[in-house]
């Protein structure tokens, strides 16, 4: 398709399949990045690599004559015990660089056609009852967080620039994310849920997740949010019990939560709650699933 697209967040998992995606099919990607070295390292063959210093102003031209922008850039939730400063870093990583992409757009003279920006299922906090993209948003912090992400790319409705969020759900990958930690204990057979597995566990699989951004990328008539989950959402423990059939293990040993507790203070709640998360919107755009139960795509990522 030969189609120049600025990507943000690119060194992350996600972004590292989206890319391979599009370059294997021809388009140009130009990576804005802190660290270009690190960059070339892990994805050699963008087109350029453009330094992403908020607090200058080299890389607002790089904007010019693209065809859409892709922001998976922000801080990563789980990385480390929640405090204040983590939760600061949190909020404004994922604001602070959505604003300024926004207002960049603003400015550019030839401005790009679409503005896919990465959100997630935290939208929604805990619910028993399903949620899809036209539900209300949840009350806890992480919910606050997507909300106010979420109106910050609003702002490119204005500039008649076609807009995308695609609320992310737990990313299934082999290497990296939830599966890679779950692998180990499960191969040593002390695998199980975490808590007391009753959580909702919205799945979904890395090339399910591409496939997504880039059927937004592609079909003009694609807009607004978008759920990035498997059509089939099950609870952590049906989860492990699938995980622990592909892998010929049992899932017997729950983790405690006042172990988890102690290990990730507040941030508990990412793993012990969740919500029944269905992709209406996604699925009403023709988005055809790869991988739609996870045996299927446990299969796959493990064979």
Same mark, same amino acid.
């Given at each position: 398709?030969?189609?120049?697209?600025?990507?943000?967040?690119?060194?992350?998992?996600?972004?590292?399949?989206?890319?391979?995606?599009?370059?294997?099919?021809?388009?140009?990607?130009?990576?804005?990045?802190?660290?270009?070295?690190? @960059?070339?390292?892990?994805?050699?063959?963008?087109?350029?690599? *453009?330094?992403?210093?908020?607090?200058?102003?080299?890389?607002?031209?790089?904007?010019?004559?693209?065809?859409? *922008?892709?922001?998976?850039?922000?801080?990563?939730?789980?990385?480390? =015990?929640?405090?204040?400063?983590?939760?600061?870093?949190?909020?404004?990583?994922?604001?602070?660089?959505?604003?300024?992409?926004?207002?960049?757009?603003?400015?550019?003279?030839?401005?790009?056609?679409?503005?896919?920006?990465?959100?997630? *299922?935290?939208?929604?906090?805990?619910?028993?009852?399903?949620?899809?993209?036209?539900?209300?948003?949840?009350?806890?912090?992480?919910?606050?967080?997507?909300?106010?992400?979420?109106?910050?790319?609003?702002?490119?409705?204005?500039?008649?620039?076609?807009? *995308?969020?695609?609320?992310?759900?737990?990313?299934?990958?082999?290497?990296?994310?939830?599966?890679?930690?779950?692998?180990?204990?499960?191969?040593?057979?002390?695998?199980?849920?975490?808590?007391?597995?009753?959580?909702?566990?919205?799945?979904?699989?890395?090339?399910?997740?591409?496939?997504?951004?880039?059927?937004?990328?592609?079909?003009?008539?694609? @807009?607004?949010?978008?759920?990035?989950?498997?059509?089939?959402?099950? =609870?952590?423990?049906?989860?492990?019990?699938?995980?622990?059939?592909?892998?010929?293990?049992?899932?017997?040993?729950?983790?405690?939560?006042?172990?988890?507790?102690?290990?990730?203070?507040?941030?508990?709640?990412?793993?012990?709650?969740?919500?029944?998360?269905?992709?209406? =919107?996604?699925?009403?755009?023709?988005?055809?699933?790869?991988?739609?139960?996870?045996?299927?795509?446990?299969?796959?990522?493990?064979?």
């Amino acid at each position: 398709m030969n189609r120049k697209i600025v990507i943000t967040g690119a060194t992350g998992f996600i972004g590292k399949k989206i890319i391979n995606e599009l370059i294997q099919r021809g388009d140009e990607i130009t990576i804005f990045t802190r660290s270009i070295d690190k @960059a070339k390292q892990i994805i050699p063959d963008a087109a350029e690599y *453009v330094e992403w210093n908020l607090n200058l102003d080299n890389w607002q031209a790089a904007l010019e004559d693209k065809y859409a *922008v892709i922001h998976l850039a922000g801080e990563n939730v789980m990385a480390k =015990r929640w405090n204040e400063l983590h939760k600061k870093n949190i909020f404004n990583s994922r604001i602070d660089t959505t604003r300024a992409l926004v207002k960049a757009i603003e400015n550019a003279a030839d401005k790009p056609k679409v503005f896919i920006s990465a959100s997630a *299922v935290g939208f929604y906090g805990s619910s028993e009852q399903p949620v899809t993209e036209e539900s209300l948003s949840g009350k806890d912090f992480l919910a606050g967080v997507v909300k106010a992400w979420e109106e910050e790319t609003k702002k490119v409705d204005l500039l008649k620039v076609r807009r *995308v969020n695609v609320r992310t759900g737990i990313v299934l990958d082999k290497n990296e994310g939830a599966l890679a930690q779950m692998i180990t204990p499960f191969k040593f057979f002390i695998g199980g849920p975490l808590g007391t597995g009753k959580q909702w566990f919205p799945w979904i699989h890395i090339e399910d997740v591409a496939g997504i951004f880039l059927h937004a990328l592609d079909n003009e008539d694609v @807009a607004g949010i978008l759920n990035a989950v498997s059509p089939n959402p099950l =609870r952590m423990d049906e989860f492990c019990v699938s995980l622990g059939s592909v892998m010929h293990r049992p899932s017997l040993f729950k983790v405690p939560a006042f172990v988890l507790k102690l290990i990730f203070g507040e941030a508990v709640a990412v793993l012990l709650q969740g919500a029944k998360v269905i992709p209406k =919107r996604t699925i009403e755009y023709g988005y055809k699933f790869r991988f739609e139960t996870a045996e299927e795509a446990l299969k796959n990522l493990l064979k």
